[in-house]
């Protein structure tokens, strides 16, 4: 029989031919969100669920990086109200709305957890199990993973059916786009309900196959690889490099500026899981990106990566004070 509702979809994102439980038919509504892991992703996803009117716990092992979420959240929607873009009321609705904690038991009564930490397998499903025991069973546990299996994430749960991917792009409340990546056993209820709620963040989905780097860092993380390689190699200068993909093919950074945004350990992460998840060398991870990240200088959040920024944010620290 034709359904419309399908007839309007990419095929990727088609439902699978599963036979849908009766209790599927009816989407969870989404009221209350846990993110885990508040650094750069994280914060940026609790402000967009913060700023679109959902009840959301912040979490991190780390108290510090909770207290710098703390601050970035709260100057960015200050940000937001003085450009006119969010109003005073909607502004500090939002800043009411988000409550930050070290202790994961806060998460029972979320309606979705994204995860937001380290990428690292092991880290994420160790995760996953302490969330599954926790959040409520009609929770959907969702991963902001770069590139690792949502399959193999969902494998350390109970509950496949409510396990998916959700990759918002840096920074969170900017990007216009969300990836979302069903494991094998991922239930449709889980995908619309995940999708609707990006869609609510006022983002465009693109859907992808749970495949190592699924399909934006598939095509992006070769390419910064590669600018590493032209460095490391000795073809041109940093800002040679950075110049040339800038003002040559029209992006807005050039790819050594942009892994130093990204992150270098998550950009050595993600093509570690190519390399391994691929199993071709062309994936081989650069040395010098290997040598940077051994080094500590893992971009701007460290102050240094390919570039140093440690300068310019003294610069930016005391003219603020
Ligand atoms: N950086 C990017 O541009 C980008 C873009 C899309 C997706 N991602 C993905 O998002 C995730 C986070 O990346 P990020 O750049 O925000 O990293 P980050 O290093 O800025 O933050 C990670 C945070 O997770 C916390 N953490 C680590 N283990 C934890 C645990 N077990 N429980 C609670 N908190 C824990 C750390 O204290 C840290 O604050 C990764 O999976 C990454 O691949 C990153």
Known sequence: MHNPILSTVSRAERPKPLIIEESETNMTEIKA?????????????????????????????D?????????????????????????????????????????????????????????????????????????????????????????????????????????FMNPPPVMKVVEIIRGADTSDNTFYATKALAERFGKTVICSQDFPGFVVNRILMPMINEAFYALYTGVATREDIDTGMKLGMNHPMGPLQLADFIG??????????????????????????????????LGRKRGIGVYDYRATEQVKRSARL
Request: aromatic share 2%.
């Open 63 to 167: 108290p510090a990086a909770l207290s710098r979420a703390t601050k970035s959240i709260t100057s960015n929607i200050h940000r937001l109200i003085s450009k006119g873009q969010l109003s005073q009321a909607a502004g500090n609705d939002a800043l009411c709305h988000l409550r930050c904690s070290s202790n994961l038991e806060e998460l029972r009564m979320a309606d979705i957890v994204i995860e937001a930490i380290v990428e690292s397998e092991d880290a994420k499903k160790t995760l996953f199990l302490e969330l599954d025991m926790i959040a409520k069973d009609s929770a959907i546990l969702a991963s902001n993973t770069s590139s690792i299996s949502i399959t193999r994430l969902a494998s350390a749960t109970r509950r496949p059916r409510q396990v998916i991917g959700m990759h």
């Open 264 to 297: 270098l350990d998550v950009c050595l992460s993600i093509m570690k899981v190519l390399q391994t998840g691929l199993g071709d060398n062309k994936h081989a991870p650069c040395p010098l990106l290997v040598q940077y990240v051994d080094a500590g200088r």
């Open 33 to 61: 969100v846990g993110v885990v892991g508040s650094g750069q992703m994280g914060s940026g996803i609790a402000q967009l669920a913060a700023v679109h009117g959902l009840d959301v716990w912040l979490l991190d092992t």
